[in-house]
């Protein structure tokens, strides 16, 4: 199992106008090439399913995943239901701060073949990182930077929980941070 975690710094930029951007997936095959292709049906105000296609080495990757919008909250987390990944969740998450925003990608995945793994997913892991990059760039200028001494720790779990309302709401009433799906 894998862990990708990515920091981005948007100075003046705004928090909320960051964060609808970013959960714009249909724009992402627009900015960058190995993202052929992403679906997405609308569940409800704050739930879609979303069905991605992006070119990994010389293949394809395809998955169907769950995504919950919290807007209040500024996070976006996703959880595969099907697809090439044995495990694929994380989340996006916008924090503001005094000089505008810090964007967070965080993610977890395994491919469910443990011959491979020290081989494919450090690559995976740093593609993704790569091409979150790229989009963040795309969609936000070029004032976003990714402060090299300040990236997350990748040996740990990230801080977020995939978890269901219920659960999420008892969590954070108890001040314990989770991040809702």
């Known amino acids: 199992m894998r862990h990708a975690r990515l920091l981005a710094r948007f100075p003046g930029g705004d928090p909320s106008e960051a964060f609808e951007k970013i959960i714009d997936f249909e724009k992402y095959p627009e900015l960058v090439d190995p993202v052929r292709t992403i679906e997405i049906e609308r569940t409800s105000a704050d739930d879609f399913d979303s069905r991605w296609s992006v070119i990994f080495r010389k293949g394809i990757l ?7 919008i919290n807007r209040d909250a500024l996070t976006l987390t996703f959880e595969q239901d099907e697809g090439d990944f044995d495990i694929l969740t994380g989340a996006y998450r916008v924090v503001p701060t005094a000089e505008g925003c810090d964007i967070y990608m965080e993610s977890t995945f395994d491919f469910g ?33 990714f402060p090299p001494d300040e990236q997350p ?13 219920a659960t999420a709401d008892t969590a954070a009433a108890a001040g314990q941070g989770a991040v809702a799906s």
């Open 153 to 165: 720790d990748e040996s740990v779990a990230p801080d977020y929980a995939v978890l269901d309302h």
């Open 113 to 145: 073949v443990s011959s491979i793994e020290s081989i494919v997913e450090p690559i995976a892991a740093r593609v993704l990182k790569e091409n979150f990059e790229l989009i963040l760039l795309g969609l936000l200028g070029d004032t976003v930077h």
């Open 62 to 68: 395809n998955w169907s995943e769950k995504d919950h």
